[in-house]
């Protein structure tokens, strides 16, 4: 008599999946990314990277000798790349062979699974790349946080440069230094926000209607673009933007 035990569990496809249908990471594809793997090998030095304007489904990048350009579709976890061209720099083997690995890896793609630094891309189950956004020290960005009600007045401004607070109706705004370092904790905590999607996010509760919570907005400004959330409750923003209001309003709360 032969007897085989097998031990079956969850395929790191189906671990993938699940953490992201767990989480509130969105499943959608907007600005740039470093290629950190490419068939499970690191392909970090050779400075590989993609990028998505959802706007008009167009990809470009750097894909080891020579730029790419291209157009793409997405919907939830699908995927597909159309025709991929590139410029015609000729480059050492190398550089070369990742180059044509990865674009390889743009016709055979079929899946994405978002994670919260970037994603990961499949072939069917089989893991062609994985890449994390960009992460850049914008100072071309600012925040405006406001809070109205018949007892409370708040309006927050922050950039680079500086920390405003103004705490009543004809009062002055008083202003601060931002250090570097609570700059970039700010930027770190927005990192994950689409701010093309902020102006779709519904509040999750309703109090402001009827006097029970101040009424609460956000603004970000990019490149003199601005980006405004629908009103919301203060004290309980959505979750896509919670951290980012928790960080402004500890910014200011030392703020006389």
Not at 167 to 175: E, I, V
Request: contains cysteine.
């Amino acid at each position: 008599m032969v007897v085989l035990r097998c031990c079956w569990g969850p395929s790191n496809h189906q671990l993938m999946l699940d953490s992201q249908n767990q989480s509130s990471v969105l499943k959608d594809l907007n600005g740039k990314y470093n290629i950190l793997k490419l068939n499970n090998e690191d392909v970090s030095s050779y400075n590989l990277n993609i990028n998505f304007k959802k706007e008009m489904q167009q990809v470009s990048g750097f894909s080891g000798c020579n730029r790419f350009f291209g157009s793409y579709s997405q919907s939830e976890n699908k995927l597909s790349f159309g025709q991929i061209g590139s410029t015609k720099m000729l480059c050492v083997d190398e550089k070369s062979n990742i180059e044509i690995v990865l674009l390889k890896a743009f016709q055979k793609a079929n899946s994405i699974i978002f994670n919260g630094n970037g994603f990961s891309m499949f072939q069917n189950k089989k893991l062609l790349l994985i890449a994390d956004k960009e992460e850049t020290i914008n100072k071309n960005i600012s925040f405006e946080y406001s809070a109205f009600s018949r007892n409370l007045f708040q309006v927050i401004k922050v950039n680079s440069k500086s920390i405003s607070v103004q705490k009543a109706r004809k009062g002055n705004l008083t202003r601060i230094t931002c250090t570097k370092e609570q700059w970039e904790k700010l930027l770190n905590s927005c990192k994950h926000v689409n701010f093309d999607n902020i102006s779709n996010l519904k509040a999750p509760s309703e109090k402001r209607f009827f006097d029970g919570a101040a009424i609460a907005k956000l603004k970000v400004i990019v490149d003199g673009k601005t980006y405004e959330t629908p009103s919301f409750d203060h004290g309980n923003p959505h979750p896509d933007i919670a951290n980012l209001v928790k960080e402004i309003l500890s910014l200011a709360q030392n703020i006389e």
